[in-house]
């Protein structure tokens, strides 16, 4: 039976087009004893590297490089027989995709004219049009065009055939067979008319002839092959696949070479800076081992090659201290010591345990790992600089895959079965997607949806498989990929969404396998808040601190106290339910502590089992014991218990014989594991290995158990050593600085975990003074103002709501030095209608018009604005004023948050919630004993670990409550806990020392006495 090669054949990155997965597409062909599989996804190669990745696994397969293209009635595929004919498809790629905008492409004759090196292969149309592209094509491709004929077996597979055959013979053009391919299974026919519908944005009950007619567009067995072609053209297939040599292996990157200067050698002018930099960490000398590590460090990069991957990342934090732009380096390789003398990062790695192995490993021959966050409302300059330096021809963002989840798999499912936009709607509104213990079929059951309706069966499978396909190409969050020559040589570019952006067709999972460089470019807001809070300080005559200045006076014991207490709103990572849960149990009392704290409270350690016997241990409850010496070394820092990623890497090094690259890839399979499972042959190779040495077997298993932990979210020592300077310089800064801190936090948002209401009120519970918005004294942005002899913060007009920029500006451009002189005044700058009713909702022309309904009373009274009368008194009495409850709704509607009241001290004054705990009189309740409270819904978190539980946060007038809710319970009274705004929870108190939590029993929503309030929960974060 002839050999075959499939050689047209569409991946679901061809979006909305193909119906299975590359790595599926691969397996199947190998399955059916295919030769080789091309992957010809239109207009890219999105998916190749899934593709090439899972074809090591079947070497008896070949793969082929290549991509479609569509010009007017012309169909053809080009294949890359050698690496030029690959550069020169990613050239064809990028100059099609950047012609046009994000999603798109518009390809030019001339592209297809340059072709050189390709393999050209056509599918007729069937159409008269055919002649034309025959003979075009001839002139062009004559020595590399091929004719491509497929057989779908519809109702026109035999005229269509007959006019393949007719055009082979006129035009003397080499016929090869393929099978056009959309999917690996005919089983997956009922999603291609889905995705088909998706595409075309109708239900499939009205495409008709638009939907394929069979299955035959799926890989086929090699019989049914050969009863549907001529031997020699299923031979061609194969001779076309035999000249396609090209391998993704063969891709080498280039690193740019314009971060040395010229005739200098990049590792001499590496070690110059590192010696510099030495100098400058360590005035008083190098220590010896501090020097021999550095020696140590440089020699392997060196040997790998990698001087000019940390000249660029210097080159980058340069040009940041340049502009005074705040930066933090972190991972494996910036929290070595090179790193630190090159000021990358502000750790000092005498104070963590790096494990070498992670810094760069010689068997993973790959870069390290450097990430860089920068402020993020100021990380734009940088990545303009990127670009300025080496142009848009040589870098470009890493692509993001966006991929179905489950709430948008049902919603476009869901259309695409003509289901009621209503029904969708309801169903999806009243889904908990984060409950484990119950699938979300059985969710929709118990929503009324019929299980026995063909219809909704069709629903749930479809949907079930359509998450996980990607949807399309999104720009990475600030992975850079920067090369030595134009970056289309290694893969195409095309343009994303927001513009003067440019993304390549690959993301960061494809960059790793194919070892390519890739620098990131992150954006941090706390580093923009501890920016703006040294600004404040500086300009109200404190003085000018930088992140060195604060972790040099070293651990600071009023801080650390706040911290213990959890007094963390605000706090960088120690800020969440969970973070501030621990904070009283572990006690950290200086800056190694913060990074085990910052560490413990993951997924891994939490799963791993590893919390309690820490604490148990830290707190003298249990001895510290070790097998042996060696785990000593390890485990010592952290009690025996493996906290960090790092430290489980080097047990297996250690205890089990691992070399450095094993163990390095142990943690890759670590990180995959829940996705593609791998874990297996390491746990042989762990067991065997702890036993050979003497370790007892249940502790061996134990390791493996842990590891699986880990492999869920292990957070790396190098990370939390980064996170854990920036945790306590904003605890400092909030402990000594709260008013410019608080500033600074409301003038950086959006970011962290409160919003700017629960912020504010925090800052009232400490102390600090909040000003309202006011036309005569604020200014855009939040600032400080005196409040006695204390300063206080002075709520910004970016605040109000509907407020533009350009209002905010032009009013600030004509306010006089002593503020308006009255509402007229103030209405000769003309702003918009919209602005002066904003402003007049927020309550910021209090100062001008008195209360809300005076200044809207005063605004539409038209006549003031005639010359005559411009000059009478704004002010107008009223008989009614606003009430204090309607100034907390408005507050709420016009700015997000009131400084008048707390809607749940007005509720309970107006009688409405019956009694009730205040979060302030919980600490004083018996544990175990029966209590109600109620407040905002400021938050539901559902972490990973968490086994179904919720975390809701509650908030009334005195503080927050954490409230938890067991999944049983939020199931039983779904409707109040998806949708209440104000929430009354009768429960059980649960205290752990200072810790107190409420076990919600019954969910009572009360948001229908408070319709009007808009406030918006952080859910699920």
């Given amino acids: 039976m002839s050999t075959y090669a499939e050689l047209v054949c569409c991946s679901n990155f061809s979006f909305l087009e193909g119906a299975s997965h590359p790595e599926e597409l691969v397996a199947q062909a190998a399955t059916l004893g295919y030769q080789a599989l091309a992957i010809t996804d239109e207009c890219s190669v999105a998916g190749v590297v899934r593709a090439y990745q899972a074809q090591r696994d079947y070497p008896q397969l070949s793969l082929i490089i290549g991509s479609r293209f569509r010009l007017h009635a012309l169909d053809i595929v080009l294949l890359c027989p050698t690496q030029a004919a690959y550069q020169e498809l990613c050239r064809i790629i990028t100059n099609a995709r950047r012609r046009s905008h994000k999603g798109d492409y518009q390809l030019s004759e001339w592209d297809l004219m340059s072709v050189r090196h390709g393999l050209v292969l056509w599918l007729p149309s069937g159409a008269e049009s055919d002649h034309h592209w025959a003979t075009w094509l001839l002139r062009y491709h004559a020595e590399r065009l091929y004719l491509a004929v497929r057989r779908d077996l519809a109702d026109n597979d035999h005229p269509y055939l007959a006019h393949c055959r007719m055009l082979a013979s006129q035009y003397e053009l080499r016929v090869t067979a393929c099978g056009d391919v959309l999917m690996h299974h005919p089983e997956r026919l009922a999603l291609h008319h889905t995705l088909t519908a998706i595409r075309h944005r109708q239900p499939v009950a009205a495409l008709g002839r638009t939907l394929l007619p069979n299955a035959e567009r799926a890989l086929r067995p090699l019989p049914k092959l050969h009863a549907l072609f001529p031997p020699e053209w299923l031979a061609e297939s194969a001779k076309i696949a035999a000249q396609c040599q090209f391998s993704l292996a063969r891709l080498k990157y280039s690193y740019p070479k314009e971060v040395v200067p010229t005739g200098e050698p990049a590792m001499a002018y590496l070690r110059e800076a590192v010696k510099q930099g030495a100098q400058q960490r360590f005035p008083k000398g190098v220590p010896h081992d501090v020097g021999a590590t550095i020696e140590k460090e440089l020699a392997l990069i060196e040997a790998m090659d990698y001087p000019y991957y940390f000249l660029t990342i210097y080159d980058l934090v340069r040009f940041a201290q340049s502009r005074g732009i705040l930066y933090q380096g972190r991972g494996s390789a910036a929290n070595s010591v090179v790193c630190y003398c ?73 259309k695409a079965l003509a289901i009621p936009a209503s029904q969708i709607d309801f169903f999806i509104q009243n889904l908990n997607r984060r409950d484990k213990t119950q699938p979300w079929g059985q969710q929709l059951q118990q929503l009324g949806l019929d299980p026995k309706s063909t219809k909704s069966q069709q629903w749930l499978s479809l949907t079930q498989t359509l998450i996980g396909f990607p949807r399309h190409l999104s720009q990475h969050v600030g992975g850079f990929v920067i090369a030595d020559g134009p970056l289309y040589e290694l893969v195409p570019v095309e343009n994303a969404a927001m513009a003067e952006r440019t993304v390549i067709q690959w993301d960061k999972d494809d960059l790793e396998t194919l070892h390519l460089m890739k620098v990131d470019v992150l954006a941090l807001g706390m580093l923009t808040a501890i920016r703006r809070t040294f600004d404040l300080i500086a300009q109200t005559g404190g003085p000018r601190l930088s992140l060195a200045a604060i972790t040099q006076q070293g651990d600071d014991p009023a801080v650390f106290a706040r911290i213990q207490h959890a007094d963390t709103v605000g706090v960088f990572q120690i800020e969440s339910r969970a973070q501030m849960s621990m904070l009283p149990r572990l006690k950290p009392a200086c800056y190694y502590d913060l990074v085990i704290q910052i560490a413990i409270v993951r997924p891994g350690p939490i799963q791993g089992d590893m919390v309690h016997p820490y604490l148990k241990r830290r707190d003298g409850e249990e001895a510290v014991s070790y097998p042996s010496k060696a785990v000593e070394q390890v485990l010592a820092r952290t009690l025996g218990v493996p906290i960090f990623q790092e430290q489980v890497i080097k047990l297996a090094m250690v205890a089990a014989g691992f070399s450095g690259g094993e163990a390095d890839q142990l943690r890759r399979a670590m990180a995959a594991w829940k996705k593609k499972g791998g874990l297996g042959p390491f746990r042989d190779k762990l067991i065997a290995g702890m036993t050979a040495r003497g370790y007892r077997a ?39 600085y709260p008013a410019a801190f608080y500033t600074a936090l409301l003038n950086s948002q959006p970011m962290g975990f409160y919003s700017p209401s629960q912020l504010m009120q925090d800052a009232t519970r400490h102390q600090v003074s909040v000003l309202p918005v006011c036309v005569q004294h604020s200014g855009a942005d939040h600032c400080l103002e005196k409040v006695g002899d204390q ?23 004509h306010r006089p030095e002593s503020g308006f002189a009255s509402l007229s005044a103030l209405q000769e700058i003309n702003l918009d209608r919209d602005a002066y009713q ?16 005076q200044a809207r009373w005063a605004l539409m009274d038209q006549q003031r604005q005639l010359p005559l009368l411009a000059a009478s008194d704004d002010a107008v009495e009223l008989p009614h004023s606003p009430s204090q409850w309607q100034n907390v709704i408005e507050d709420y509607a016009a700015m997000g948050l009131s400084l008048t009241d707390h809607p749940i001290r007005l509720m309970a004054q107006a009688g409405t919630l019956g009694r009730f705990t205040r ?91 408070l319709t009007t309030l808009s406030v918006a929960a952080r859910e699920f974060r």
């Fill in 838 to 853: 904003a402003l007049a909702s927020s309550g910021a022309l209090a100062a001008l018009a008195g209360n809300r309904y």
């Fill in 342 to 414: 090159l000021g990358i990062t502000a750790v000092d790695p005498c104070k963590v345990d790096v494990l070498f192995e992670r810094f760069i490993s010689k068997e993973r021959d790959e870069p390290p790992d450097i990430d860089v966050d920068f402020e993020h409302q100021r990380r734009e300059e940088v990545i303009q600089y990127l670009y300025q330096k080496y142009g848009r021809e040589r870098t470009a963002l890493a692509a993001t895959v966006i991929r179905y989840r489950l709430k948008s798999a049902l919603r476009d499912v869901g």
């Fill in 791 to 813: 300063w206080g913060v002075r709520l910004g007009l970016r605040l109000v709501k509907g407020l533009s920029v350009a209002a905010i500006d032009r009013l600030l451009a």
């Fill in 698 to 736: 249940d502790f061996a298993e134990q390791l493996y158990r842990q590891i699986c932990g880990f492999g869920d979210y292990g957070f790396p020592e190098s990370h939390s050593a980064s996170f854990a300077v920036l945790a306590y310089i904003s605890a400092w800064l909030k402990h000594y």
């Fill in 919 to 1009: 979060s302030v009189e919980l600490s004083q309740c018996a544990p175990q004993s029966w209590v109600a409270v109620a407040g905002v819904v400021t938050g539901k978190q559902s972490p990973g670990t968490a086994s179904g539980v919720i975390f809701v946060t509650l908030e009334d007038d005195t503080g927050n409550i954490n409230v938890v809710v067991w999944a049983g319970t939020a199931r039983a009274q779904s409707r109040a806990f998806m949708q209440a705004k104000v929430l009354k929870v009768h429960g059980i108190v649960e205290r752990q020392g200072e810790v107190v939590h409420v076990i919600a029993g019954k969910l009572i929503d009360l948001t229908p006495t």
